[in-house]
């Protein structure tokens, strides 16, 4: 299986942004694009949709995802979830 290429639709990424302003979580324009192999560009050749990074902070003593000593910020979970439960309203309501 190929390399795929994450672009996200229009609609969908304004929804995300959307969902963003509603729980008040700070959007963030200035990350450089990544590199990082996600098999999520085969879902949006198949269907709409927005990737979205949530934060989890600064790194700390390297612990970086997916590294043995990685360590989740369990103080996002709040406005990570709020946030999904944003996405899911506004969508819904929108059908």
């Known amino acids: 299986m190929g390399v795929g290429t994450v672009i996200n639709t229009p609609a969908e990424a304004g929804l995300a942004r959307m969902a963003a ?14 590199m990082a192999g ?11 949709g927005a990737f979205v990074w949530i934060g989890n902070g600064e790194l700390r003593d ?24 944003e996405v899911a309203k506004t969508a819904l309501s929108a059908k």
């Not at 302003?21 to 990544?34: C, E, G, K, N, T």
């Open 21 to 34: 302003d509603q729980v008040q979580a700070p959007v963030r324009r200035d990350l450089a694009p990544s």
């Open 62 to 85: 390297g612990a970086e995802l997916h590294g043995p000593r990685y360590d989740f910020n369990d103080a996002i979970l709040p406005v990570a979830s709020g946030w999904m439960a």
């Open 38 to 48: 996600e098999d999520f560009a085969f879902y949006l050749q198949q269907r709409p």
